[in-house]
């Protein structure tokens, strides 16, 4: 998925991976969800059949690709990642379905980017294990019959309302992956700082969890940034100012606001008054594409009521003008 923010870019894939739970229990959080999972696997390993396709949706960073790893971990069998930007036609997608073992599971990262032409030869895969390839054209097509190994696919996306009604109901398991709240992102933190050996204490688990945007990748993020800075301004001490010093450092306020947030809200404020202003308006005068401020930027502030989104355009509320320490226009000026 795209990084959420610019800080994002501070923290290299091994890293994640590093840190990412390599079993179910060492998971934080998304309780109903694991037990739901643990349930649908001690059931089909009773019964010897492979799980249940699987569908995940959730904002980016709360564990899909978490839950992709453990899954199989749980079940004793493999995993093949793709990505569904990179299965461009039929034949990109064969190759995974082919070199699966019996009972393995098959990652789609970003399921909902499959073109439909892709997406047919799914079905038949997903329901019968079968695909039929079509080979040449016109009166001389003939069609090929693949028998595939039973699997379990999991799909995961950011946005559930792009899949087709025929693709998103051969998912027999369907999750939801919502946001963490406080207690989890802290026990998250302290948590991988024992795997980064690193002391923390509670109070710099808790800055850097407040600022987290109640997501565990970003949470990580700021983790390792933290450990950065405290080694080389620090000592390697670890406590709340340094903390907080040190996000701040890179622009993540105390809400979890980052530059371009805080940037969006400024040009609302001052340029357009609180608004209601477009969309377009605001991403011409901050020199962005509306695009990104729309998937990357208004969802967190629309989340944390900083803004809101009206017929006439979008507005500044109270609490933004409170929190960006900016006069409220006098509404009768
Ligand atoms: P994307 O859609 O952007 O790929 P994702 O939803 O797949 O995001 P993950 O890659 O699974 O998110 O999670 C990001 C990181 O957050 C992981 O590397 C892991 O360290 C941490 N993480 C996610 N969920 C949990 C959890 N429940 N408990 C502990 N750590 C977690």
Same mark, same amino acid.
């Given at each position: ?50 799980? =249940? ?52 599971? &098959? ?14 030869? +799914? ?53 939801? &992956? ?39 990748? &970003? ?35 105390? &809400? ?17 008054? =609180? ?25 967190? +502030? +629309? ?31």
């Amino acid at each position: 998925t795209e990084p959420e923010s610019e800080t994002e870019a501070l923290m290299p894939k091994e890293q994640d991976n590093s840190l990412r739970p390599r079993r179910m229990d060492e998971m934080v959080g998304q309780q109903d969800v694991i037990e739901r999972l643990k349930i649908a696997i001690d059931a089909a390993q009773g019964r010897g059949e492979p799980l =249940g396709h699987i569908l995940f949706d959730g904002p980016p960073g709360l564990g899909k690709t978490t839950f992709a790893t453990v899954i199989p971990a749980e079940m004793g069998t493999s995993v093949e990642m793709a990505n569904g930007a990179g299965l461009r036609a039929p034949k990109d997608l064969l190759p995974y379905l082919t070199n699966l073992s019996e009972g393995a599971v &098959l990652f789609i990262d970003e399921i909902h980017r499959i073109p439909k032409s892709v997406e047919e030869y +799914l079905y038949t895969a997903m329901e019968d294990f079968r695909i039929d390839i079509i080979l040449g054209e016109g009166v001389s097509a003939r069609t090929l019959n693949y028998e595939l190994r039973p699997f379990t696919l999991i799909g995961a996306t950011t946005r559930a309302g792009m899949l087709s009604a025929p693709l998103r109901d051969r998912f027999q398991i369907r999750e939801h &992956l919502g946001w963490y709240n406080q207690a989890e992102l802290c026990e998250i933190v302290q948590r991988n700082s024992k795997k980064l050996k690193i002391a923390i204490d509670d109070g710099s688990a808790g800055v850097i969890a407040g600022r987290s945007r109640s997501t565990p990748r &970003l949470a990580n993020n700021r983790l390792l940034w933290v450990r950065d800075y405290a080694q080389s301004k620090a000592n390697g001490k670890v406590d709340a100012t340094v903390t907080a010093a040190a996000l701040d450092m890179i622009g993540i306020d105390t &809400l979890g606001l980052d530059k371009q947030d805080r940037g969006y809200l400024d040009t609302l404020m001052r340029v357009f008054l =609180g608004g209601p202003a477009g969309l377009e308006a605001i991403a011409h005068t901050m020199n962005v594409s509306s695009d990104t401020l729309e998937d990357e930027v208004e969802p967190f +502030l +629309l989340r944390t009521e900083m803004i809101v989104r009206t017929r006439r355009g979008r507005m500044a509320t109270h609490k933004a003008f409170e929190h960006m320490k900016v006069k409220k226009p006098d509404a009768s000026a």
